[in-house]
């Protein structure tokens, strides 16, 4: 292959800052982001209300659980890990296997699987019309507006896209320190881009193409087929979780260095999109010296959102509003803002 036609799409490591683009149909406000985070961690959206979101995706642990594979309602495993939320906003697919396109449209997939939420989104919606504490919460988010599961999940999407991850090592050094990298993290860094081809698949500001690839990591329990798919996960914080891969098989870095040195795992006869490596120790230790550098240490976009949707236009003024109002204040007045002791 010609060296330049080569040098003019050639994947890259890139810097990540700033937030991810919101979709115009859902402009974020801080009214909306409050009400997706209460939401986001109140049982309210589950059957039994014994469980939210923040069940299986922690605050505190980065928005995943601990566990290798997420842990059902019936008390048994799922088939697949529980990913962390970080960066979330910047997907271009939604879940493992891309089956969703966007965060709005996933929000109530966990509240219909009966192992997740078990919830159905019409019952969620009575249960918060006839709550005074989230009435109100929705009037300021979306003044003038019936409450529906739509609703809901804008809110939700919108505070999922406020959750970052970035000014990790890497990020310094592309942003020119120099001595971010330390000397193994940059030896680590030249496999990744070299020798290893990580690069090929894990690129960009998010390591990740935001393609699907089979690279011999199969479904669990007999599901789904050899040869299926799976999305490039991202891999900033990728030192920050508990088990690897889609399936959550894997259980150390280090397994899954091995994975790729190997060429993957895949039965006789299937192909995998990866080849035989043949790294040395060290060379694996640098490879996880990069990866460790991809640590972010701010998880939370800057916040510079508008208050309520009356500053983002003059259309979404509530009925409670007089047509002839020529201010440019949300109409979404608290009267009694007890709700903030609740
Ligand atoms: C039982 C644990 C559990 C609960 C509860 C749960 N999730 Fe998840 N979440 C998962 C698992 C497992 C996946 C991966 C599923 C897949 O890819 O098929 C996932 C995937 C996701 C993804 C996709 C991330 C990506 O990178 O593609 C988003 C977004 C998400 N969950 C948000 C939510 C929201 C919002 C709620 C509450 C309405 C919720 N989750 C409730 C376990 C859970
Ligand atoms: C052909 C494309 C491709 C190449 C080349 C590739 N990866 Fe991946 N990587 C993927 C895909 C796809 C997944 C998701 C697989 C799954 O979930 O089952 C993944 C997952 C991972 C994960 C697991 C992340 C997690 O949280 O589960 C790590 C770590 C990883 N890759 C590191 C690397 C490293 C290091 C290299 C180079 C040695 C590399 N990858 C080369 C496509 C690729």
Same mark, same amino acid.
């Given at each position: 292959?010609?060296?330049?036609?080569?040098?003019?799409?050639?994947?890259?490591?890139?810097?990540?800052?700033?937030?991810?683009p919101h979709p115009p149909e859902n402009?974020?406000?801080?009214?909306?982001?409050?009400?997706?985070?209460?939401?986001?961690?109140?049982?309210?959206?589950?059957?039994?209300?014994?469980?939210?979101?923040?069940?299986?995706?922690?605050?505190?642990?980065?928005?995943?659980?601990?566990?290798?594979?997420?842990?059902?309602?019936?008390?048994?495993?799922?088939?697949?890990?529980?990913?962390?939320?970080?960066?979330?906003?910047?997907?271009?697919?939604?879940?493992?296997?891309?089956?969703?396109?966007?965060?709005?449209?996933?929000?109530?997939?966990?509240?219909?699987?009966?192992?997740?939420?078990?919830?159905?989104?019409?019952?969620?919606?009575?249960?918060?019309?006839?709550?005074?504490?989230?009435?109100?919460?929705?009037?300021?988010?979306?003044?003038?507006? +019936?409450?529906?599961?739509? &609703? %809901? /999940?804008?809110?939700? !999407?919108?505070?999922? =896209?406020?959750?970052?991850?970035? $000014?990790?090592?890497?990020?310094?050094?592309?942003?020119?320190?120099?001595?971010?990298?330390?000397?193994?993290?940059?030896?680590?860094?030249?496999?990744?881009?070299?020798?290893?081809?990580?690069?090929?698949?894990?690129?960009?500001?998010?390591?990740?193409?935001?393609?699907?690839?089979?690279?011999?990591?199969?479904?669990?329990?007999?599901?789904?087929?050899?040869?299926?798919?799976?999305?490039?996960?991202?891999?900033?914080?990728?030192?920050?979780?508990?088990?690897?891969?889609?399936?959550?098989?894997?259980?150390?870095?280090?397994?899954?260095?091995?994975?790729?040195?190997?060429?993957?795992?895949?039965?006789?006869?299937?192909?995998?999109?990866?080849?035989?490596?043949?790294?040395?120790? +060290?060379?694996?230790?640098? &490879? %996880? /010296?990069?990866?460790? !550098?991809?640590?972010? =240490?701010?998880?939370?976009?800057? $916040?510079?959102?508008?208050?309520?949707?009356?500053?983002?236009?003059?259309?979404?003024?509530?009925?409670?509003?007089?047509?002839?109002?020529?201010?440019?204040?949300?109409?979404?007045?608290?009267d009694d803002p007890s709700y903030l002791?609740?």
């Amino acid at each position: 292959m010609a060296a330049v036609g080569l040098a003019a799409t050639a994947p890259k490591l890139e810097p990540l800052s700033g937030g991810p683009p919101h979709p115009p149909e859902n402009p974020p406000t801080q009214a909306k982001i409050r009400l997706g985070e209460e939401l986001f961690f109140d049982s309210i959206l589950s059957g039994g209300r014994r469980r939210n979101c923040g069940t299986c995706h922690k605050r505190e642990l980065h928005f995943m659980d601990g566990l290798s594979r997420a842990w059902g309602l019936d008390e048994s495993e799922l088939t697949r890990k529980t990913p962390g939320l970080l960066n979330v906003g910047w997907q271009r697919s939604i879940f493992f296997d891309g089956r969703v396109k966007t965060l709005e449209e996933q929000v109530s997939k966990p509240l219909e699987n009966h192992r997740e939420m078990d919830l159905d989104p019409d019952e969620a919606v009575r249960r918060i019309r006839g709550d005074r504490y989230y009435v109100r919460l929705f009037s300021e988010a979306f003044p003038g507006e +019936e409450i529906t599961f739509r &609703l %809901v /999940a804008k809110a939700v !999407a919108s505070f999922e =896209r406020t959750l970052v991850s970035y $000014d990790s090592d890497l990020d310094r050094y592309l942003l020119g320190q120099d001595d971010a990298l330390s000397q193994a993290a940059k030896r680590g860094m030249d496999l990744f881009t070299g020798k290893a081809q990580c690069i090929r698949c894990h690129n960009g500001p998010l390591l990740t193409d935001h393609d699907f690839h089979f690279t011999g990591v199969l479904e669990r329990d007999g599901h789904g087929k050899a040869g299926d798919k799976y999305k490039t996960q991202s891999l900033r914080d990728v030192l920050r979780r508990y088990s690897y891969m889609h399936n959550g098989r894997m259980m150390t870095i280090r397994q899954v260095i091995e994975h790729y040195d190997r060429g993957g795992s895949a039965p006789e006869g299937v192909q995998a999109e990866i080849r035989p490596l043949g790294l040395s120790d +060290e060379e694996k230790d640098d &490879l %996880v /010296a990069f990866l460790r !550098a991809l640590n972010g =240490r701010v998880h939370r976009v800057p $916040d510079t959102f508008p208050e309520g949707p009356g500053q983002l236009a003059d259309t979404a003024a509530p009925e409670s509003v007089p047509a002839s109002s020529d201010s440019g204040e949300s109409g979404a007045a608290v009267d009694d803002p007890s709700y903030l002791n609740r």
